[in-house]
């Protein structure tokens, strides 16, 4: 008998266990170096043929010495070709959710460098949030298999924590656009190659990290071979990054950036393809759906960050409309809304055949939509206050009175914009020289279409004005300081139409993206499950198709009054409500139907001559 299982006497055993209790209350936390990732034998709680010596021995061993299996033991035997039995932890610990934070942290410094409003940043957008989403998966999808709390992984987090804070310091320069002269070309090479060498650290450092989980089952056959799989992916594609970060010059940026989307791809590919042929390598009894579930919160948490910073740059003046309170109500029940629509119907169970792949693989471009929805329920929370006070303004620069002399034309619209500036009295943002506009109304020889020219002029002035204030930016491409009013007018309202558009594409996506990881995530589905995807596909299309109303350059008509209304996110906000409720009356009647199939066919099996109302309760189980 191994000496760990030597009892002399009935008081060795109290004071081995005094001891160990002592030990426990001074170093509540005692770190290994390295941790096995196997799991134990005897300590596998869900074996159904374990024996009650079996569930003795597992409340005799040490819980601190379940890790310390000696190495040799590990494997040995008949079992050495076999696939290990892998230690799981059914939670997320905390350090994992600790480099959640830094995925949050680059997201935020991005989007605070980038504001989505024009297509060229919407398109660095995704691309970014792609290659940083690629790099939080390959990190969670180890950690929810092989991690363990030991000093090697808690030092290998710290690498990565540092590698994610250089990605968030470059990270913002990454798609700075290239002018026809060669402008930012500098720039953007610099982030591309930062960026590689960033990526390489990473898959580095994973590589490791498998290299360690192949030193533990070094004598499983089948389970050393995948890993040495996994391994020699990350090094390949560390090496891959490497090469890009040499090859990179300013004519070959898209090409080095679809090169990195290919390489994750590659990556993902090789992870799925392992862990649906490999049962030890899949996610069954990890902690994979509560990792991605937990992420979708902070997700949505980083939209209630964005509310609030746009609430206290909408109070900028100090007055709140009911437009405005409006639009803020609405802004926060839609990501209440998105939560109860993702969490309600989300399976707790753990995930693991192809198609809960695909489920896990799918929250990509939920996330990507949910994020986008919520940018643009933050920017129309500021347009709404913008158009609030542009809309007297220039109803005064319009309708004017029509019996004012020519003369007296200068002083009334220098009043009307003067009380336009007064609105932000403690203002920074520098006023605009209208001077030149302003004598065009005083010289006599100026036409009718000159002075309408200059009118339009200063009320384009007064919207700039304000949007500044508001720290709404122009597009960089176009913001060049010598551009009149009217080019930056338009180039103001261009960023608005493609917030609408994309508001409402990324609204309907996260509805029919909901709808998908509904019917993946179903181990079982109930009457009502395929309506209430269908609703939510619907529903999705419908949001989706309100984006073609901002396609003309000008809309006019009703769908114009629509685009430039306040009915942007109560639409949103009407919609996602209604399906929430229409969900739960539907789920509701699908409980009545089934208690009352059962209550009846309970009655008619209670009645049944030689059957005993244990067997009748087995038949109404297995029936309905």
């Known amino acids: 008998m191994p000496a760990l299982f030597k009892i002399q006497s009935v008081s060795d055993v109290l004071v081995a266990e005094q001891d160990r209790t002592v030990f426990s209350t001074a170093h509540p936390k005692h770190l290994p170096l390295l941790i096995n990732p196997v799991e134990v034998e005897g300590e596998v709680h869900e074996q159904e043929n374990a024996t009650h010596r079996q569930r003795e021995l597992r409340h005799t061993v040490p819980e601190s010495t379940q890790h310390y299996r000696p190495l040799e033991k590990c494997g040995s035997g008949s079992h050495a ?34 504001e989505i409003n024009n297509r060229h940043a919407l398109g660095t957008y995704i691309q ?110 560390a090496m891959l990054f490497l090469g890009v970060s040499y090859a990179v010059n300013s004519k070959n940026v898209s090409v080095v950036s679809f090169a990195w989307y290919a390489i994750i791809l590659f990556e993902v590919l090789i992870c799925f393809g392992i862990a649906s042929r490999v049962e030890f390598m899949n996610f069954k009894k990890t902690s994979i759906v509560e990792r991605l579930g937990l992420l979708t919160l902070i997700i949505l948490g980083e939209g209630v960050v964005g509310i609030c910073d746009s609430i206290s740059r909408v109070g900028v003046d100090r007055s709140f409309s009911s437009d405005v309170i409006g639009m803020i109500i609405c802004a926060i029940m839609i990501i209440y809304l998105m939560w109860m629509l993702y969490y309600d119907q989300t399976e707790t169970e753990h995930v693991g055949s192809f198609l809960q792949h695909i489920w896990m693989i799918c929250h990509f471009p939920l ?30 620069m319009e309708n004017y009175p029509s019996n004012i002399p020519r003369a007296d034309l200068t002083v009334y619209f220098n009043n009307t914009i003067q009380a336009l500036y007064g609105r932000f009295s403690g203002s920074t943002v520098e006023q605009p020289d209208l001077g030149a506009y302003f004598d065009v109304f005083g010289d006599p020889t100026t036409s009718l279409d000159q002075r309408i020219a200059a009118g339009y002029n200063i009320t384009y002035a007064g919207i700039i004005f304000v949007c500044e204030n508001f720290e709404i930016e122009l597009p960089e491409s176009n913001s060049a300081d010598e551009a009149g009013p009217e080019q930056k007018f338009e180039e103001i309202y261009d960023s608005y139409i493609v917030v609408f558009i994309y508001f409402f594409v990324a609204a309907g996506l996260t509805l029919i993206f909901l709808a998908l990881l509904f019917v993946l995530g179903r181990r079982e589905r109930v009457r009502g499950d395929h309506l209430l995807m269908v609703v939510r596909v619907l529903v999705g299309l419908g949001l989706s198709f309100l984006a073609l109303m901002a396609l003309p350059s000008n809309p006019t008509g009703d769908i114009g009054s629509y685009v430039n209304s306040a009915w942007m996110l109560p639409t949103v906000a009407i919609c996602y409500a209604l399906l929430v409720l229409f969900e739960n009356l539907l789920l509701h009647y699908v409980r009545k139907v089934v208690v009352g199939r059962e209550k009846k066919l309970g009655d008619y099996v209670s009645v049944i001559p030689g059957r005993s109302r244990v067997e009748s309760d087995t038949l109404c189980d297995h029936t309905v």
């Open 81 to 114: 070709s076999d696939e290990p039995v892998l230690h799981h932890n059914r939670e997320s610990s905390v350090i994992q959710l600790f480099f959640d934070l830094f995925f949050v942290a680059n997201l935020t410094a991005f989007t605070s460098a980038h």
């Open 128 to 237: 970014f949030f792609f290659l940083l989403w690629g790099i939080w998966f390959q990190v969670a999808i180890f950690d929810v298999r092989f991690s363990n709390d030991s000093v090697f992984e808690r030092l290998c987090k710290a690498l990565q924590f540092g590698v994610m804070t250089g990605l968030a310091i470059v990270g913002p320069d990454f798609g700075t656009p290239i002018t026809p002269d060669g402008q930012g070309a500098d720039v953007a090479v610099q982030a591309l190659q930062s960026m590689a060498l960033i990526f390489m650290a990473m898959r580095l450092i994973l590589a490791c990290q498998y290299l360690v989980v192949i030193f533990w089952l070094r004598r499983y056959r089948k389970a050393r071979t995948v890993l040495l799989i996994h391994a020699g992916t990350s090094f390949l594609t």
């Open 367 to 396: 996330h990507l939509a949910v994020l986008l929805t919520v940018e643009g329920i933050s920017q129309f929370s500021v347009w709404r206050k913008v158009v609030d006070l542009m809309l007297p303004f220039v109803s005064s």
